[in-house]
């Protein structure tokens, strides 16, 4: 058992005085401030802070003499009168290598910053040849691959909005997604490799296709090397090579501030998707900030995070090339044709940054995993859900030197807003500060703020990356409850959080599947964390079904690891662990053992879904199946007798 809080990593004056964030306080003229000083001021200062985000990084633009920030939310208005492009800022570079792209099945590519240059413009040209304008959707149905990369870029360089889903989605996910945008333009691969496996998805883009009136044109790229369809229900067929044949300028539109940029989705497990439109300039002065004050990314440096192009991530990693570093994209599984393939090419690539999500770095402790080779690592980031203490000094124990961020946000911000800088110790456990330029709080029940108590995570001050709106919201009613219902003029991100007096903090998982028993409130990360530490689970899901002030029952789900067996004995131990190092009151009323826990395509644990079904809600609305990595998992939990 590790303690929450021990020390596991300190910088030393080299790291803290090459920092970008030490670089940028220099030129801030502000050095020597402590990071808490520097903190207050970006938030309680808002305008100056992000003023000078814009000037030092010198962003391209027209900064134009509008007011900085005017309003508050959920209707705060950022830099009204400045016009930039995203793509105009991301395609700075001329010289160098722009990204790496590495296939599991072994496949591996470069682009130079001059090829992607050309590339894009290519399909600039094709796109503009479709007829795209500014305003126009053009929607991406692909993996992790430089195609997509280079059709987000040249829709961003026209003022068009790009949308993008991974083909590991199923249709009726896809479309409930595209068939809200109306996208002008579809741009599908063929099919995708995964876990050494090969997925046809020609007759899944051809139902897409149908369900999207608006199409124009279907680009198809081969992965597969099949004969794709020359008619299609809407518009024109035609190949990526078609599409980039001709030459064209590179040439930018560029647009207000708020001017949308790509759509993203909500996780899509109940309900329609939301379509979080999020715009060029709030996203280009979040990801300067964030990549290079909180990643510590820059010129040289080869970042790399597990993701697809269905999760914010995605966006975050191709934030690389704003800073000057060099994103490395990766299509195929984590744990393929080992678990640690991703470590092999964090070393293979020479990665300077390594991000993935938290389970798989607990994954890579219980298999007993020792990475080597990795001597340009300078940092680590884990996201998607809290990681354990156990898992931060797994890290100090195999990567010595190297320091683990844990990172938290969300797709609604398409970034962090707690995380960690090359100047703060690590403790396990504990994610070090907020964010610069993010006003986060915890709020007691009466919406009062506390320190040292888990409350509910809320920003009281505007971030420019939050969306500019949800697509097709007359009103802006369905963002509105999305944050704002129930602290008027501030946002509720749905999460439990702890802040202490230093700044530092920790989530505690969703706040409406929180664990409450005998008024003693508990996030779901600290039950996972006892349970999961025993060899024998894999996995678990816990769900208290309490509402209303109503205590209800508490029940454990686990999936046992490859040839363990469940009985008696390991029941007792799991108990004893849950009662004494949680409380009584979390002892679950249940255990049950399953064959798998339900989890969405990026890998959460579906806890609000299963505890709406296990409250009496039919499996159908209770969860989006297609949304779903393994629906058929969910007919083992039922309501309990």
């Known amino acids: 058992m590790v303690a929450e809080g021990a020390l596991l990593w300190e910088p030393t004056e080299e790291v803290v005085s090459a920092a970008k964030l030490t670089r940028y306080l220099e030129w801030l003229g502000r050095s020597g401030a402590g990071y808490e000083e520097v903190w207050r001021w970006s938030v309680d200062r808002p305008e100056e802070f992000w003023t000078s985000i814009w000037d030092y990084f010198e962003v391209v633009g027209e900064r134009g003499d509008g007011p900085v920030l005017s309003g508050e939310m959920p209707d705060a208005t950022w830099f009204a009168g400045a016009s930039v492009n995203y793509a105009e800022n991301a395609l700075r570079r001329t010289e160098g290598t722009a ?64 949308s993008a889903g991974s083909p590991d989605f199923g249709v009726p996910s896809i479309v409930d997604r595209f068939r809200q945008i109306e996208p002008k333009v579809l741009i599908a691969v063929d099919g995708y490799h995964y876990n050494g496996k090969t997925y046809d998805r020609t007759g899944e883009v051809g139902e897409i296709a149908a369900e999207l009136p608006t199409l124009r044109a279907t680009v198809w790229i081969s992965s597969l090397a099949a004969v794709h369809p020359r008619q299609v229900p809407h518009g024109e067929a035609l190949g990526w090579e078609e599409l980039r044949a001709e030459e064209g300028p590179l040439e930018f539109e560029r647009v207000p501030f708020g001017h949308p940029l790509w759509i993203l989705y909500s996780s899509g497990t109940t309900g329609l998707p ?37 999760w914010m991530m995605w966006n975050y990693l191709i934030g690389a090339l704003l800073v000057g570093a060099t994103p490395v994209l990766y299509d195929g599984s984590a744990t393929h044709p080992s678990p640690a393939a991703l470590w092999r090419i964090a070393d293979t ?19 007993g995993l020792h990475p080597t080779g990795l001597e340009r690592l300078r940092g680590i980031g884990s996201t998607g859900s809290p990681l354990p203490p156990e898992g931060f000094a797994w890290i100090a124990a195999e990567l010595p030197g190297t320091p683990i961020g844990s990172f938290s946000g969300g797709t609604d911000v398409c970034t962090g807003f707690v995380g960690a800088t090359m100047s703060h110790p690590i403790r396990a456990g504990i994610i070090p500060c907020r964010s610069l330029g993010a006003k986060v709080e915890s709020y007691d029940p009466k919406g009062e703020p506390v320190v040292g108590e888990v409350g509910e995570l809320v920003l009281t001050r505007p971030m420019p990356s939050m969306p500019v709106m949800f697509w097709n919201d007359p009103g802006g009613r369905r963002y509105f409850e999305s944050y ?9 991100h749905g999460d439990w959080i702890k802040i202490e007096e230093d700044g530092s903090c920790v989530i505690y998982g969703r706040s409406d599947s929180t664990l409450n028993r005998g008024g003693v409130r508990m996030g779901t990360s600290e039950f996972y964390r006892v349970v999961e530490r025993f060899d024998e689970i894999a996995d678990s899901l816990v769900i208290d079904t309490g509402q209303l002030g ?30 004494q190092e949680l409380s009584p009151r979390h002892v679950p009323n249940e255990i049950r053992v399953v064959p798998g826990i339900p989890r969405t395509l990026s890998g959460k644990k579906l806890e609000v879904p299963v505890r709406k079904i296990l409250l009496g809600t039919p499996v159908e609305e209770a969860a989006n199946l297609d949304a779903m990595a393994n629906p058929e998992v969910l007919r083992h939990f039922t309501p309990p007798a």
């Not at 704002?484 to 509720?492: A, K, N, T």
């Open 99 to 162: 990204l790496v792209f590495v296939s599991e099945d072994g496949t591996r590519q470069e682009l130079s910053c001059a090829e992607l240059r050309d590339e894009v413009a290519r399909v600039r040209a094709g796109l503009v040849r479709l007829g795209v304008t500014r305003g126009d959707r053009v929607a991406g149905y692909l993996p992790n691959i430089p195609q997509a990369l280079i059709a987000f870029l040249a829709t961003a360089s026209l003022g068009a909005i790009w």
């Open 274 to 310: 939301k379509p979080i439109v999020h715009g060029h300039g709030g996203v280009l002065l979040e990801h300067l900030k964030s990549l290079s004050f909180h990643q510590d990314l820059g010129e040289g440096d080869v970042f790399f995070w597990y993701t697809t192009t269905g």
């Open 349 to 367: 690539e020479r990665v300077t940054y390594f991000g993935v999500g938290a389970p798989y770095i607990m994954a890579s402790l219980k298999a």
């Open 484 to 492: 704002f219902d129930v602290y008027p003029g501030v946002w509720r």
């Open 550 to 579: 109503q205590e209800g029952r508490l029940l454990l789900y686990v999936t046992l690891a490859e040839g363990a067996e469940y009985g008696e004995p390991l029941e007792r131990a799991l108990c004893a662990a849950l009662r």
